[in-house]
């Protein structure tokens, strides 16, 4: 999770706990901010599951990521 927390703040993403009422989260854009909103309520393997998958979907080529955090996201997008 510390590893994908620091990406989203590589790429400036804000990442936001919230109580859902059993919606799950994702990515999304507040403002021109883009965000990752996250039920309070999801496991550790559940955040980051979503974390990930939203990640996943945002421009990587120009961030350092260490190669397993890169596989790992970059195995997301198929």
């Known amino acids: 999770m510390q ?3 620091a990406v989203a ?4 993403v804000e990442i936001r706990h919230e109580d859902l009422d059993g919606g799950r989260g994702g990515l999304f854009r507040l403002r021109g901010q883009t ?3 996250l039920d309070r309520e999801l ?3 559940e955040r980051v599951e979503l974390m ?3 990640l996943a979907r945002l421009p990587l080529d ?3 990521l260490r190669p397993a955090v ?3 996201l970059e195995g997301r997008t198929t």
């Not at 703040?9 to 400036?12: A, D, H």
């Open 52 to 54: 990930a998958s939203a």
């Open 3 to 5: 590893e994908l927390e």
């Open 43 to 45: 496991s550790l393997r």
């Open 70 to 72: 890169r596989e790992y």
């Open 62 to 64: 120009d961030v350092f």
């Open 9 to 12: 703040s590589q790429l400036s």
């Open 35 to 37: 965000c990752i909103l």
